[in-house]
């Protein structure tokens, strides 16, 4: 069962009201980084290749990063923990979609706190302001054996 927008903001920071949601909490953008050498998933281990962050469009009141079509990586602005009993689930924000653009996510694990990170597919030129809200983050409840505990623990903090 997915648990109130209210309760999943109770987990994150910082928020602000206008983010929570009836069934979740809308997290916004924080940076677009622009994958610029190879990754590698083994059978054992992995290796995240080098990021480089886009030049988000500066002005007086603008911060926005002008994306041609192509893959990135959107980190969210959030400090996110997954509490214990909870699963947490990212679904875009439609708007994103109607522009010919998706966010691809996994699973968020029990014990997981830090800043995480989806991929986002530009199918169409598109801009995007630093703090706008991009996605929502889902809370059910879980049974889980541990806690996690990989390599993304605390990122991003
Ligand atoms: O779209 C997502 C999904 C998950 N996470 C965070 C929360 C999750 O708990 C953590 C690790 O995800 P996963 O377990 O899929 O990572 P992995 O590739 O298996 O690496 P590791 O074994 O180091 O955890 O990353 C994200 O930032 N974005």
């Not at 069962?1 to 009201?17: L, Q």
């Not at 009993?85 to 990212?90: A, P, Q, R, S, T």
């Not at 806690?147 to 605390?154: F, K, N, R």
Request: glycine share 12%; with cysteine.
């Amino acid at each position: 069962m997915y648990r109130s927008g209210a309760f999943v903001a109770e987990h994150c920071s910082p928020v602000s009201s206008d983010q929570v949601q009836p069934n979740g909490l809308d997290l916004t953008l924080g940076t677009v980084l622009e994958q610029v050498s190879r990754g590698r998933i083994a059978r054992e281990g992995k290796t995240v290749g080098d990021r480089e962050e886009c030049d988000p469009r500066e002005g007086p009141d603008t911060d926005v990063f002008r994306l041609e079509p192509g893959g990135y990586v959107l980190r969210y602005a959030e400090t996110v923990g997954i509490p214990e009993d909870h699963v947490g689930f990212i679904y875009p924000r439609s708007s994103l979609m109607r522009n010919s653009c998706m966010l691809n996510t996994a699973v968020w694990d029990a014990g997981y706190e830090g800043k995480g990170e989806g991929l986002l597919q530009v199918h169409h030129p598109v801009d995007l302001e630093r703090g706008a809200r991009v996605a929502q983050l889902v809370l059910a409840r879980a049974d889980h054996e541990g806690t996690y505990e990989g390599s993304y623990q605390g990122e991003n903090l």
